[in-house]
């Protein structure tokens, strides 16, 4: 079996790796850069745990035009939700390339805004792809010590810098046809 993990430098995604590895997947990664919004720490931080993990592949795809895009033209409180939607269709055609099964990531049950419930549903949608979310049931102590376990957690200390383009107060409850709607507006 083979899954497309997206990696974002932090705790939670290279977690996910590692356990998605232990049970028998061959994990490659994709990195999505919001460079020139943040430097380049959270894609040096990718590479050095799918390194350490060794993953088979890493790949890193730039995707600022398309979240200022997001954070310009549509309704700001949903900007992070639809940035994983576009994150989701980018990975599953990358994907596709590397013949994966499925995608892998590091979503964790209400965690942050976009990792509610109704949320996730959002998210999941933009993908016909199964998505596997090894740590939907952890708490942040379980993640962080298996990170101390395996190596990454010095690796991907430091702030997050996914946010940078992101409201205030996003949404924690959509509504599936409203984010189809708001997608609309793009070009992406």
């Known amino acids: 079996m083979k899954g497309l993990l997206l990696i974002s430098g932090g705790f939670d995604s290279a977690v996910a790796g590692y356990l998605m590895q232990q049970k028998g997947v061959e994990v490659h990664a994709v990195h999505f850069s919001y460079e020139p919004f943040t430097d380049n720490s959270p894609e040096i931080k990718s590479k050095a745990t799918s390194d350490l993990l060794n ?70 949608d933009a993908a016909k792809m199964q998505i596997l979310r090894p740590l939907l049931t952890y708490d942040k102590e379980e993640i962080l010590k298996i990170a101390r376990k395996i190596g990454t957690y010095e690796i991907s200390k430091g702030p997050e810098v996914c946010d940078c383009l992101g409201p205030k107060n996003p949404a924690t409850k959509s509504y599936l046809e409203e984010v189809r709607l708001e997608e609309k507006k793009l070009k992406i």
């Open 55 to 124: 993953f088979k592949s890493f790949t890193v795809i730039n995707i600022s035009k398309e979240v200022e895009e997001i954070a310009k033209k549509c309704n700001h409180r949903l900007y992070f939700i639809l940035s994983k939607r576009l994150m989701m269709k980018k990975a599953e055609e990358l994907a596709k390339e590397l013949s994966c099964d499925f995608l892998i990531t590091g979503e964790n049950l209400a965690q942050v805004s976009s990792q509610t419930l109704s949320n996730l549903q959002s998210i999941t």
